[in-house]
């Protein structure tokens, strides 16, 4: 396996917002322009690569295209267009110089596994924004959005792969939660591990 090079933390950020709540604050946030990209898109600058997942995807987009294709009629473009997660990337792209961007699916628990691709893109990006979206549970619920900015240049933090079984066992959902409340002090060193991945995080 090749070696992860050094990377460094920058900022690790969770976000929960009343699934109620979502559309109005994003419009407020970036205009008209996302008023129709679903749920999944929203953007900062340099040579970025942008990499999240989720455990369930464009749940309500998914829906909405099932409802109108029950009838017999086609999927409205713009319904189809949401529930395609990667397409955020796109809109992202107006905002900010990408260098790559995807979404990808992985088990929940093994969210960490993504540190490592992000480590690799890390070669030709200047940052890396790593994160977890989750919809929320139709109106009701609560809508996740968990990211970690990571740098190849040196940052508050330094991180590094340890061997598995080392570290303080999370959920995913834990893990960057942790992640942020450790980095706004940075005092110990914070070992966690999810998923069989391990990774511990130095102030530099």
């Known amino acids: 396996m090749t070696a992860v090079p050094v990377i460094h933390l920058a900022a690790a950020h969770t976000l929960r917002i009343p699934s109620g709540e979502l559309a109005q604050r994003a419009r407020e946030r970036f205009g008209g322009e996302l008023r ?3 749920s999944f898109a929203a953007g900062p600058a340099g040579a970025l690569g942008i990499l999240w997942t989720s455990s369930h995807g464009a749940l309500a987009a998914a829906h909405a295209a099932l409802d109108e294709g029950r009838g017999g009629a086609p999927v ?4 189809f267009i ?39 893109w890390l070669r ?14 139709e109106k009701h619920g609560i809508a996740q959005s968990d990211w970690c900015l990571l740098r190849r240049r ?47 995080f130095v102030a530099a």
Do not use: K, N
């Open 36 to 38: 129709r990209a679903g």
């Open 76 to 79: 409205m473009p713009f319904t």
């Open 82 to 120: 949401a529930t395609q997660p990667h397409l955020a990337a796109a809109l992202l792209a107006r905002q900010a110089r990408l260098a790559r961007a995807a979404f990808v699916h992985v088990e929940r628990d093994s969210w960490p596994s993504l540190l490592h691709v992000a480590a690799h």
């Open 124 to 137: 030709e990006c200047d940052e890396v924004l790593v994160g977890w979206v989750e919809e929320g549970a």
């Open 154 to 200: 040196p940052a508050p933090a330094r991180c590094e792969p340890l061997a598995e079984g080392a570290g303080e066992t999370v959920s995913s959902g834990e893990w960057i939660a942790r992640l942020a409340a450790w980095h706004a002090a940075r005092r110990d060193a914070l070992a966690l591990r999810a998923g069989g991945e391990a990774w511990r």
